[in-house]
């Protein structure tokens, strides 16, 4: 035990001391004194094209920012005529937001001459400023998707330019493109480091006179790809939200390769072709991604783009081993598990304690969710919303299965990872009389609750019944001792949809639907209790939603058997 704890000690001193390095590092190179010799990419002669934008543009939002409203994430500012960059960002993510450029594709939407010289006139703001200095900026995500935006907006920026503006913006986009060369291997690990690899492999391909900058951008991409993509197609962090993130680039990215009839890498095609049937796989009915593992609301608009690209729309896989997660599909009910362990401690920042929760879905209505995270406010919901209580599971003596870096100057510096969780899953899988069944377990309450819990779930071939057990056995001994009775609380959270109402035997809760097809939940031999709680993976922002609670003791109650089932199943 003493070992274990000194190697997650030295593992958490070792992240925290590259983060800090990384961070330095990074601030250095945006300095103006910092010498480029060593990272050169030669100011191009002209941009070759322009990469195909996937993500959706509102001419509604470019007639904002001509008003001077700057809305993102939540946080509006006024400007009054002043330029958006000399503005107090009221939020670091209202300022990553502006940053980063992304923006600029509602201008492009708004297809005007006005929406065009708008564009330009914030650009040359942002270079007469250099604004790619300012310590938010200079994120390494940051700078990367500020440089995939100008290129692919640069029609936008560019039309009707004088040739002045033209030379300062080439001059600023290569600044960058050497700056996102130099500090993209010490970029965060995860998204941000796959970001800067993906920026500069597409200005490789845009930028002219960059032969060099390509052997060595394809390589970077190359090891990213190799190791972020799992064998099964999900993304090492286990967060579903990010492959749409990561395929609104990378398809783009394919075909600026295909545009410069240069083959692209296979490690690249084969990314794709892993990742497009996870899309499917944590896809519910209505169309929404089940809220694991830092996962929002679902963006409809980009997500149906994507899909477009999937040449292969069978049914989707039901055991995704490396990812971490199972699904279970009979007739219209869809049910997905996470039956894996956290991810690496570096790509670990944004991990739930969520183990063999799961998530519930009949038809277009979800019935059985996690709470997720909201689109705007994270910051403000992450630590609530990554608890083990605010997943459909079991949480042992009010904690949490994983346990995260603690508030203080380590998580101002790096964040608060998974420092310790289930490691020891086992995961099986069968058939029993036409049912889809599954089982797991996992330790992450042994070592200070000395149980180990395991989830059963029995799906019917018909799916109009979902069986379930949740089993508590000792994890070391024959039984569990008078003084450590490990109390649990076994927690469904509802749908903001669904409307339950308890029966008079209290054991069992009707769930209404919208469209009048109900189920009903019963625990034999449980008290079933309904509580308040939050769904937070809503578009519309947090809306108060209720949950079915069970608790007991793994020393007097040791087994808990549950059911999910439609209610003309029982009548018929």
Excluded at 250 to 261: G, I, K, N
Excluded at 289 to 298: R, S
Excluded at 475 to 495: C, I, M, N, T
Excluded at 516 to 530: E, L, N, R
Aim: one cysteine or more; aromatic letters at 8%; proline letters at 8%.
């Amino acid at each position: 035990m003493a070992r274990d704890i000194n190697a997650k000690r030295a593992r958490l001193a070792l992240f925290a001391i590259e983060t800090g390095w990384n961070r330095l590092v990074a601030r250095t190179l945006v300095h103006p004194w910092f010498p480029w010799r060593a990272t050169a990419v030669p100011v191009p002669s002209r941009l070759l094209f322009a990469p195909h934008e996937l993500r959706t543009g509102d001419p509604a939002r470019a007639a904002e920012f001509y008003a001077g409203r700057y809305s993102f994430v939540g946080k509006l500012v006024l400007t009054d005529g002043a330029s958006p960059f000399e503005m107090e960002p009221p939020s670091p993510e209202w300022a990553r937001e502006l940053y980063s450029f992304g923006w600029l594709r509602h201008l492009q939407a708004a297809a005007s001459p006005v929406a065009r010289a708008h564009a330009r006139a914030l650009v040359g703001d942002w270079i007469a400023m250099r604004g790619h200095r300012l310590p938010l900026a200079s994120a390494p995500d940051v700078a990367a998707r500020r440089v995939t935006s100008w290129l692919t907006q640069a029609p936008l920026i560019l039309q009707d330019a004088d040739p002045s503006f033209h030379r300062r913006f080439i001059r600023s986009l290569t600044a960058q493109v050497r700056y996102i060369k130099s500090v993209g291997p010490s970029a965060p690990d995860g998204r941000a480091r796959l970001s800067c690899a993906f920026a500069l492999a597409l200005a490789s391909l845009c930028m002219a006179d960059q032969t060099r900058l390509m052997r060595a951008a394809q390589k970077r991409l190359v090891e990213e790809l190799d190791r972020q993509v799992l064998g099964d197609g999900g993304h090492v962090s286990r967060n579903p939200g990010l492959l749409i993130e990561v395929l609104l680039d990378l398809l783009p990215l394919r075909q600026s390769y295909e545009a410069r009839h240069v083959p692209p890498p296979p490690a690249l095609l084969n990314a794709l072709d892993r990742m497009m049937p996870m899309l499917r796989f944590f896809r519910h009915v209505d169309g929404a991604f089940a809220l694991f593992n830092g996962m929002g609301p679902t963006p409809a608009d980009v997500l149906a783009t994507v899909l477009a690209y999937d040449d292969a729309r069978g049914r989707p896989v039901a055991n995704a081993p490396y990812s971490g997660y199972q699904r279970m599909e009979a007739g219209a009910t869809v049910v997905i598990a996470d039956t894996g362990a956290p991810p690496p401690l570096p790509v670990s920042l944004e991990a739930h304690a969520g183990c063999l929760s799961f998530e519930l879905s009949a038809g277009r209505h979800r019935i059985v969710v996690n709470c997720g995270l909201p689109a705007a406010g994270r910051d403000e919901w992450r630590a609530v919303a990554r608890q083990t209580a605010a997943h459909s599971t079991v949480v042992v003596e009010d904690a949490s299965s994983c346990r995260f870096l603690a508030a203080g100057p380590l998580t101002r510096l790096c964040g608060a990872p998974v420092l310790s969780g289930p490691s020891d899953l086992h995961v099986d899988r069968s058939e029993r009389g036409g049912a889809d069944v599954l089982r797991a377990s996992h330790d992450g309450y042994a070592g200070r609750f000395g149980v180990v819990h395991q989830r059963s779930w029995r799906l019917s071939a018909d799916g109009m019944r979902l069986d379930g057990e949740d089993l508590f056995r000792v994890a070391q001994g024959e039984e569990f001792s008078a003084d450590q009775p490990a109390r649990y609380a076994v927690r469904f959270h509802l749908h903001p949809a669904v409307e339950p109402s308890r029966t008079s035997d209290g054991q069992t809760v009707i769930l209404r639907l919208p469209d009048g097809d109900d189920w009903a939940f019963t625990a034999p031999g449980s008290s079933v209790a309904i509580e308040e709680s939050i769904f937070l993976g809503s578009g519309a922002g947090p809306r108060r939603t209720a949950q079915l609670v069970m608790t007991g003791t793994a020393r007097q109650t040791p087994r808990v058997e549950w059911t999910f089932v439609q209610l003309k199943a029982l009548r018929g």
